[in-house]
């Protein structure tokens, strides 16, 4: 079994997600610059944390 990190096995997860699945969006307070730049902007969404930011 190989190792990785949970920050990479969540990037690669949302990767398969969202190439199955056109309708999949990801938002998060970083944007990762791979899933930007295989699925665009519209897709890999940056939002704040909290309702007042």
């Not at 920050?7 to 997860?13: H, Q």
């Not at 990767?15 to 307070?29: F, G, H, L, S």
């Amino acid at each position: 079994m190989r190792e990785i990190t949970f920050t990479d096995a969540l990037a690669e997860a949302m990767a398969d997600e969202m190439r199955r699945d056109p309708r999949v969006i990801t938002m998060a307070m970083v944007r990762n610059p791979a899933l930007k730049q295989e699925f665009g902007a519209k897709r890999v969404r940056v939002t704040p944390i909290a309702e007042a930011a």
